[in-house]
């Protein structure tokens, strides 16, 4: 028989506290499994999650039942800003990992730096791109958008074959609400608004990504 939800998460909240996120992580599921809607549970279950996208998921399935909850808000925010700046190290070490040498024959292994490159954006860019789907807030939309458009646009410097692949598979749907929201707004607002110009370019870079 389940215990109480009450008492089954202040033994998940026990158990965080004392860093045994595999026993947290354990009652938490129990928890959700039989109370889906319970947005508390699924905020405390993102933290026990490594995996910064199964994290995410987890934060928007409570932002999803709560979307006024500001802990949910702003764990979605930090996590978001922490997987930016990943992605900013992984470019920076990239690109600094090697003194430029005056008219090098390119090497082997560049090939597979600029891959290794392509598949932190990649990382990045379906966390984004579930980030987009499961929320229902327009202005989410908008801005998860941008981050997801800028992901693959870098990553389709380093491996345009592969990228390409996955916006027009995986990434499709959220680069597909992404550009209606886009369209949408753009529809809504007056014509001489100084936005337009910017929204049909940032428009335009999504539909390139889908081509």
């Given amino acids: 028989m389940l ?18 996120l595999d026993d947290a992580q354990g009652i938490l599921i129990n928890v959700v499994v039989f109370e889906p809607n319970n947005d ?21 399935k409570a932002r999803r039942i709560d979307p006024h909850n500001a802990a949910t808000r702003r764990a979605i925010e930090e996590l978001q800003a922490e997987i930016s700046q990943a992605v900013f190290r992984a470019e920076f070490n990239n690109h600094h990992s090697e003194p430029a040498v005056e008219n090098a024959t390119p090497t082997k292994t560049d090939p597979v730096k600029d891959t290794k490159h392509a598949d932190v954006l990649l990382k990045y860019s379906e966390s984004m791109a579930q980030a987009v789907i499961m929320t229902t807030d327009p202005a989410d939309t908008r801005n998860l958008g941008v981050e997801l458009v800028r992901a693959l646009e870098r990553a389709r410097e380093n491996d345009a074959t592969r990228t390409r692949r996955w916006a027009t598979s995986a990434g499709r749907s959220a680069l597909v609400k ?8 753009i529809t809504n607002l007056p014509q001489n608004d100084p936005q337009i110009s910017a929204l049909r370019e940032q428009r335009q870079r999504t539909l390139n990504l889908l081509k």
């Fill in 3 to 20: 215990q109480p939800e009450s008492e089954l998460l202040a033994q998940a909240r026990r158990a965080i506290r004392e860093e045994r």
């Fill in 40 to 60: 508390e549970a699924w905020l405390l279950l993102a933290t026990t999650m490594q995996d910064p996208e199964r994290k995410l998921a987890c934060l928007e």
């Fill in 178 to 185: 992404y550009e209606k929201a886009l369209t949408q707004l």
